[in-house]
């Protein structure tokens, strides 16, 4: 055995970066076998991600956060190797062994960036971690150049030490048929066209500049689709969520929805919408984009680069240029058909796990863990 994969997250509610560990640590093991990766907690990547509740069986969960909290608060070295040269410490280690190698992943530096849009709790669980695991690993990933360059700029890490591997998309929505699209809509009552938006309601992702874009959208189109947004209530307003409850002018809240219901709702819509303030990667955008589904987004931060062509890009800041993008979409079927077109291309070529996970071990590699 050579790596010991923190996987951690998978025991509590979570959203991106529960997916991202889920599905990259599942490709790893593919490409390097049981032999090569282990897990802390032990988990079974046989069933299917659920984000509301642990992957690891119930002991397995108990001693793992246990564990967690020996190791974090009480200091105990009670988090073995067991002969590993790597440790790829997750956001819930905070004294990870030191008796490794150690790695882990940069997801986004918007606590630094955009400490507005943050808890105070969020800012300093992130702060310590900075200071506890990026600025003493031997190698980073950066699940884009855009977070790359924030962590060198802001941790002011030597840039040779950070490396970017996209993330990847899950096989489902690559696969995705219209059956199943459609049996999707019905599952959730969506018999209008509609346009989706998936993510934790939460300020980031820039929920009420949205809503306010569409209720600025000529009634035609708002008696033709429905505003769609798909996830859990995070730590956005008040009103925000009072708007999004009261659902009018055709927005639809579905709240959390399973896993599985993602690539058939996205396939689903006349357009996925994710206007962000600031994205380190931003799945959404990519899976809508393997799914073939026109994309509407920021051009700001990650989001360009992860889009590419297969995109319409607004000003997340200007409501006004929410609405033009939207309106531009939704009254042209020929835009939307090339954008999902091209989004389709760029997808497959660039977010496939087997492709994070196959550069993912050729750093370890390089740092002489395999």
Not at 27 to 34: F, I, N, P, V
Not at 56 to 85: D, F, H, Q, S, W
Request: glycine share 8%; charged share 25%.
């Amino acid at each position: 055995m050579s790596l010991l994969i923190d996987v951690s997250p998978l025991m509590l509610r979570s959203a991106g970066v529960k997916a991202y560990v889920w599905y990259w640590t599942k490709a790893l093991l593919d490409a390097a076998g049981l032999e090569a990766v282990h897990t802390f907690p032990r988990v079974d990547f046989s069933a299917a991600l659920n984000h509301e509740r642990s992957m690891a069986k119930p002991a397995e969960t108990y001693l793992g956060l246990a564990t967690l909290y020996a190791t974090n608060y009480l200091r105990l070295p009670v988090l073995r190797m067991g002969g590993a040269k790597l440790f790829h410490a997750t956001n819930q280690v905070r004294r990870p062994p030191r008796a490794a190698l150690l790695t882990s992943t940069l997801h986004d530096l918007t606590c630094w960036s955009m400490p507005e849009m943050h808890t105070e709790g969020n800012i300093r669980a992130d702060s310590e971690f900075a200071e506890r695991v990026w600025k003493r690993a031997d190698a980073l990933i950066a699940v884009s150049e855009n977070t790359r360059r924030d962590a060198i700029e802001y941790l002011k890490l030597p840039p040779e030490r950070v490396v970017t591997i996209h993330s990847g998309v899950s096989d489902a929505y690559f696969d995705v048929t219209e059956q199943e699209a459609r049996a999707a809509a019905l599952k959730h009552s969506l018999s209008k066209p509609f346009v989706l938006v998936v993510g934790t309601i939460e300020p980031r992702k820039n929920t009420a500049r949205l809503i306010d874009a569409w209720a600025g959208l000529p009634e035609r189109l708002r008696r033709e689709y429905d505003l769609v947004f798909a996830g859990p209530a995070g730590w956005a307003s008040p009103e925000t969520i009072e708007r999004l409850k009261q659902g009018a002018g055709a927005v639809r809240w579905l709240g959390y929805v399973d896993e599985g219901d993602l690539p058939g709702l996205t396939r689903a819509a006349a357009v996925a919408a994710y206007p962000s303030l600031y994205e380190g990667f931003g799945f959404p955008v990519a899976q809508a984009m393997a799914a073939g589904t026109a994309v509407l987004t920021s051009n700001v931060s990650s989001l360009p680069e992860v889009g590419a062509d297969g995109c319409e890009y607004v000003d997340p800041h200007d409501v006004e240029s929410i609405a033009a993008g939207l309106e531009r979409l939704l009254e042209s079927d020929s835009l939307r058909d090339r954008l999902g077109a091209a989004g389709a291309v760029t997808a497959r070529a660039r977010y496939r796990w087997s492709v994070c996970a196959r550069h993912s071990l050729e750093l370890f590699g390089r740092l002489g863990a395999l």
